[in-house]
Structures are given as C-alpha cells and as structure tokens.
C-alpha cells in the first residue's frame, strides 16, 4: 500500500488524535492539517521510484522522538523538502505503529519546512543560497 492508499483508508480525526497526542504545542495548525489532508486525497501520486516509508521510535535522554524516512536499495533518504506528489507515491513499511499514529508522524515530517510545497520551496531555495554564500566566504580552519 502507499502513503495515497493509507490516506484515503484513515479518517483524518484518527489522525487529529494522535497528531495532537505527539505534537501539543501544535495543536493550533490541526485545521490547515485537515485542508492539507483533504488535498492529499484529491492529488495524483507522482511515478517515483520504488522508496519505503518508515516511521521509528527512538528514546534520547528519556525522550521520545520519532524518525520518518524512505529506504531504496538499503539508503536512507528524508523527504522533507519533498513535493508532496512523491510523498504520496511511496510504499507503507509494514510496523507495528497504528496508521493513524504512523500518518501524525508523517504529517509532523511532510509540514516541517511548511505547510504547502510553496513554503518548502522558498525554504528550499533558502538554504541553497545561505550554502552557496557559505562557501564564497574565507573561513579559518581549525587546527
């Protein structure tokens, strides 16, 4: 199953919760996350390669945090600066996670830089101009 199939199977108030559960000081962005469900139901999946989606849970210092991340020929790549055509393309990891759960965590990853691909964009294009900057400015080595 890929992420457009899970989507369109997974009410968006199962997610709501556990969005909701994981992220409360987010809580206030769950109305936009309900537009940007509905029209992840409407839009065409892209025609990408065959990458696996995983959601993991991991404890840092007592801490839950969770990872999401594809995985094609055993590399690891984010998505997150994805469009979100070649989110809805890829194939579900089979886990023990919930999928209204497993949809929270990447609802959190898929809205980190913004909450539509113009956002991403410009964040995008953000950071490939602070690089690029980076590297035309004289830095000292450490020794």
Known sequence: MNLKELILKTPFENVAKKFEEHYKDYKHITA???LLYS???Q???ADTREHTLYV???VEEG???YDVFAICD???YSYSMAPRKEWLSLEVANNSMPEAEFLAHVLWDMTFFGLTDEDINKHFEEERIALIESFEEPHELDS
Do not use: A, C, D, W
């Open 32 to 34: 936009r996350l309900e």
């Open 63 to 65: 801490e839950k945090f």
């Open 56 to 58: 993991e849970e991991y």
């Open 39 to 41: 029209h992840l139901k």
């Open 74 to 76: 055993e590399v690891h």
């Open 43 to 45: 839009m065409q999946p």
